[in-house]
């Protein structure tokens, strides 16, 4: 009496059906949908975070000799001139 008839697998799908209702089991088929998008995103995101932060501090450190004094002066220059 094991798994292996056709019949076993009725029966356990009409118990099933009978238990929780054909509306709940196509939710649960669309929350286990959202779950696995939901995960493989938050794997990705923290890709693109860890390259977004490394962008960010490259923008933040700007290059030795790179004018970063005439810069400074000329936001200086555009706040007194308002």
Not at 1 to 24: P, Q, Y
Not at 32 to 40: C, P, S, W
Not at 48 to 75: F, H, I, V, W, Y
């Amino acid at each position: 009496m094991g798994l292996d008839s056709i019949w076993h697998w009725a029966i356990l799908l009409v118990i099933i059906l009978l238990v929780f209702g054909t509306g709940k089991l196509t939710r649960v088929g669309s929350d286990l949908g959202n779950a696995v998008r939901g995960f493989k995103k938050a794997m990705q995101g923290d890709e693109d975070e860890e390259k977004r932060k490394a962008q960010e501090k490259l923008q933040a450190d700007p290059e030795p000799g790179a004018g970063a004094n005439s810069t400074a002066s000329q936001q200086r220059d555009s706040s007194e001139s308002k």
